[in-house]
C-alpha cells in the first residue's frame, strides 16, 4: 500500500480529438451557443496537444476531428479513468450521446454483461467509437452504462487520489453517480450538488494530493463547504478569483527528477488567478489558453483524458 492520494495524477498517456469545422458555427455546436473563430480554437487545442506531449513527455494519442460531433473535442465528458477502468459515460444532452455510442467494439457494461453490438456495413452511422476504441486498444477494461435512466458527463466526477466526488448538475444525475460507485468500488464516491448550470470541475479541482482548488462564486465554494462535510480526509484549499481557472490538471508523468505539473489556464485567459496559482510551490505551472474554445462550453478538464497504462507500485 502506498501513500493515501500518491495515485492522482499518474499518465503516460493523453487523448484528445481534433476540432471540427462544424465547431465554428453555434447552430452546429448546439442551441445557445455563439459562433466562434475555427482558426483560433484550432491553434489553442494544438498548442495544448503540443504542451501534453513536449512539455509533459506524455504519449499523444489524437483523434481525427468528427464533423457529425461538433462537440467531439469535448471528450473529457466521455469517459471517467482509474487505474485500469474506463467507464464510458451517458451524457445528458441527446446530442451528444453518438460520441459514446458503441460502434461495435467488444466491451463490459456496467452490469458485467458482455458487449458485442455489430453495425451493418450499410449503416449511415459514422465511425465515431473512436474514444472506447483507443482505451480498449491500449488495454484499459472498458465499463458501459446500460442503464438509460442514468446521465453522467466525466467532467462532473472530481478524483482526489482517495476519493470521487460527483456533482449532481443538470448534467448528472444520482443513478450516473451510482455507477461511478458500483464501478470504482475501492473508493469511496460521494454526491455534491451543483448549484450552477455548469459541471463540478468547471469550478473545482486538485492541485495536489492534499490541496482543492476552486473559484470564488457562491456555486464553488458551496461545493467545497459540502465536499469538507463528506469526505474523511483532510484537504487544504485554495480560492481564486476565477472559477475556470479551478479547472486544472494536477499530472505526475513520472519523468525522473521532475517535480509534478499543474496543467492551467494562463494569464492570456484569467490574469486575476495567476498569482493566487503560485502558491502551489510544489507544482510546476505549466499554462494553456482556451478561451475560443470555452465559448463552445469547453473546459481544460475537458479538452482531454489523460491516464496511465503503466503498472502502479
Known amino acids: ?34 459562433a466562434l473563430d475555427l482558426a483560433k480554437a484550432q491553434r489553442e487545442h494544438g498548442v495544448l496537444g503540443g504542451k501534453l506531449r513536449q512539455r509533459l513527455g506524455l504519449q499523444l494519442l489524437e483523434l481525427p476531428p468528427e464533423e457529425s460531433l461538433p462537440l467531439g473535442p469535448l471528450l473529457g465528458d466521455t469517459a471517467v479513468i482509474q487505474g485500469d477502468t474506463a467507464l464510458i459515460t451517458r451524457p445528458w444532452s441527446p446530442a451528444r450521446r453518438p460520441e459514446v455510442t458503441p460502434g461495435g467494439a467488444g466491451g463490459i457494461r456496467a452490469s458485467g454483461k458482455k458487449w458485442g453490438g455489430n453495425v451493418s456495413a450499410r449503416s449511415s452511422r459514422p465511425k465515431v467509437d473512436g474514444v472506447r476504441k483507443a482505451l480498449q486498444d491500449l488495454g484499459l477494461r472498458i465499463v458501459e452504462m446500460a442503464d438509460e435512466n442514468a446521465t453522467l ?81 483532510p484537504y487544504a484549499s485554495l480560492t481564486l478569483p476565477d472559477d475556470a481557472a479551478a479547472d486544472c490538471l494536477f499530472l505526475r508523468p513520472g519523468l525522473p527528477g521532475v517535480p509534478p505539473f499543474l496543467l492551467h489556464r494562463g494569464g492570456g485567459d484569467l490574469p ?36 496511465s497504462t503503466r503498472p502502479h507500485s
Open 1 to 34: 500500500m502506498g501513500t493515501p492520494g500518491e495515485g492522482l495524477g499518474r499518465c503516460s498517456h493523453a487523448l484528445i480529438r481534433g476540432v471540427p469545422e462544424s465547431l465554428a458555427s453555434g447552430e452546429g455546436a448546439g442551441a445557445g451557443l455563439p
Open 153 to 233: 458527463d466525466g467532467t462532473d466526477v472530481l478524483f482526489t487520489g482517495r476519493e470521487f466526488f460527483v456533482g449532481l448538475s443538470k448534467w448528472t444525475n444520482h443513478r450516473g453517480a451510482e455507477i461511478v460507485a458500483d464501478t470504482f468500488r475501492d473508493f469511496a464516491v460521494s454526491t455534491v450538488p451543483v448549484s450552477s448550470p455548469c459541471h463540478l470541475r468547471s469550478f473545482c479541482g486538485m492541485g495536489g494530493p492534499r490541496t482543492v482548488v476552486a473559484g470564488s462564486s457562491d456555486a464553488a465554494q458551496k461545493a467545497v463547504r459540502a465536499m469538507a462535510v463528506l469526505t474523511d480526509h
Open 272 to 307: 486575476n488567478s495567476q498569482e493566487a496559482l503560485q502558491k502551489l510551490s510544489d507544482v510546476t505551472l505549466v499554462p494553456v489558453s482556451c478561451s475560443e474554445l470555452e465559448k463552445a462550453g469547453a473546459g481544460l478538464s475537458s479538452l482531454c483524458l489523460v491516464f
